[in-house]
């Protein structure tokens, strides 16, 4: 018997070894991330995190418009503070942190100034001003501009009876406007036009004879059908992936094909990219345009769709021009379809879910219903996803596969910036999951290396080649450019604005405005930001805002399922079981998680309203899918074994019922 167990002992030790270096790995990355955002937004002079008390702004309204764009001078604004010292002391002290510049006068002389921008804002500056200040009245003046955001102040001053520090006793004045008092800055602060959003609890008191139609309806759909569909659950997904192109098809048809193309966000801007493609004939430079510094990967295929129906007509070049778009979102839940059943290959009714899911997510189809390229990115984002994650099921990790990822990714690469994140995760896995198979071989892992990056290079690499040669790096976005200064509000944040959330489940047109978390769920669960208009009172007009809003309540279950289900996935990728599988659900949370990351890191060094936004993680919807259906499945189990199996159907009638009504703000 000792024999017989010692070759199974001799397996485990390595296995055991590949488990713990795993764990340790994913902690380690996670701590480096919290540690990474940690120092930024402590040190970075490029972030405004403003944590602590003390800071003061001036009294500006909240808007969703452009700030500062193409205007190079920077509105000064001048802090004052009265005080009274009974005499003067020996040593005064007086520290000032101002984003990004500013200048310190004391009863009219000047103190100091600082450098523009300064680029020790984040640190202060600290000065003895003792000998500037007159027993008697005193008058502190702080002037302060800053190019990518409001004035922002701390000042405290030391060595007097109190000190004096910065509050809302200071009077601000703008370019030598009136003075007025300053507040506190805020960044959860509500659009003016918040009013009018849409109401959930309006919307369900409107709608409440149709909603309960609705849940009765799928209550007995499953009731009467569920014993049919379980004997025939190998046909659940193609029959799923049926039913959304049915309604994917009839939305275009029926509405889709109606909304004026310059619906969306940036949608007038992204036209002006294909018309400089049409009328060119080559590649714009990133100071051509609002939107030109993206790849033109989905521009060059609008362009030349336009062109191929030029002679039928404008009414042909606009249906034309939404075809990327809605190919792409159908492509998404086509890479469900796929990914879904890779890593869940013995349960179709999971797979049939997570298409469901793709489908009918109010996020996939705003998103396809616009001109972007939003969509085209995720629909390859999606698609190197799926190619990483089959090659990392297979026994050996093959060059052929590495190419195919490669290929993915170079395409993904030429659509939008964002596919760099899928870009480094995919051959730290890939080349992982080979030196778990084979060991460290370097000639095997150059050729993967090389076969990963070859089509990368040849796809992108030229794109990314020529900002490096005009700009000095590959990333030339339109945010830090010094031809086209701009920043849009509130252009900093606090540690408030990522703790909140509610105010999606109140109002949510616009509800971004009142944290990062609001933000993500009201353009997830729906249109929360209108395709990128300016103003709550003017919503989408193609939507079904009653049944939109609806659906922002009967989605909490539903992220709780999703969150049960990440956990689920986590539990795959940790727990004991075949190298390949866990690999592959590692990858998902790693690509995931980064990501996240990135997003979160962008809020920061973009600190604009909309930066926070669902259609950024559009290319996670595939995952998303199958982490719902994973807990919306140990939901139904836990249901059966502790209530009963009607129980379990019951939540699954939900499940269909929430669904609908999802489909409904969309398609009604």
Known sequence: MLRALRPLATESAPRARAESLQ??????????????????????PDVAFLAGAGWITDPRPVDARVQQYKQPRVPVARFVRRFEVP?????????VEAARAHRVWLNGRLAWASDDPDPAWRRGRARDVAPLLAAGANELAIEVWNPRGPPLLRARLDGLAAPLESDVAWRVSVDGGAPVAAVVPDDTRLHPSSAASPRPARALRARAAEVAGVFLCAAVALFAGGA???????RLPWAALAAVHAGWLGLFAGKLVDLPLT????????????????????????????????????????????ESVGAAGVRAREIASKLPSFAAGLALVWTTFGLARALLPRRPELVATAVLFAGVLPLSVYTAAYLSNEPLHAALFALATLLC??????????????AGVGAAVGLALLAKVTALVVAAAAPAFLLARAVQRDGVRPLRLGALG????????????????????????PLAGNWDLPELPWWSQPGFHTPAYYAGFGESLRRPVLAGFHSFADALYSSFWGDGWIAGRASAAFPTEIWSWDFMAIGYWLALPASVALLWGLARAWRLAFAHG??????????LLALGGALGFAMIALTLELPYFGQAKAPYLLGLVPVL?????????????????????????????????TAAVLWLGVAA
């Open 389 to 402: 994650v089959r090659a990392l099921l297979r026994p050996r990790v093959r060059v052929a596969d590495a």
């Open 87 to 95: 005499h003067v002391p020996a040593h005064a002290a007086l520290r």
């Open 450 to 473: 090389l076969a990963y990056a070859a089509p990368i290079a040849a796809l992108s690499g030229w794109f990314y080649a020529r900002n490096v040669r005009l700009y000095g790096t």
């Open 625 to 657: 899918a199958i982490a719902f259906a994973l807990g919306a499945d140990a939901s139904d189990r836990a249901l059966a074994q502790r209530v009963g199996p009607g129980a379990a159907v019951a939540l699954r009638a939900f499940w269909l019922g």
């Open 23 to 44: 764990r340790l790995g994913a902690a380690l990355a996670v701590a480096c991330l919290v540690g990474a955002l940690g120092v930024r937004c402590a040190c970075a």
């Open 578 to 587: 075949e190298g390949s599988r866990r690999a592959a659900w590692s990858f």
């Open 228 to 234: 049919a569909l379980a004997r025939r659950r190998e």
């Open 263 to 306: 619906t969306g966000f940036d949608a007038s801007n992204h036209l002006v990219y294909v018309d400089l493609l049409r009328r060119t004939r080559a590649v714009p430079l990133p100071t051509d345009g609002w939107s030109t510094y993206h790849p033109p990967l989905y521009y060059a295929l609008v362009a030349a769709l336009q």
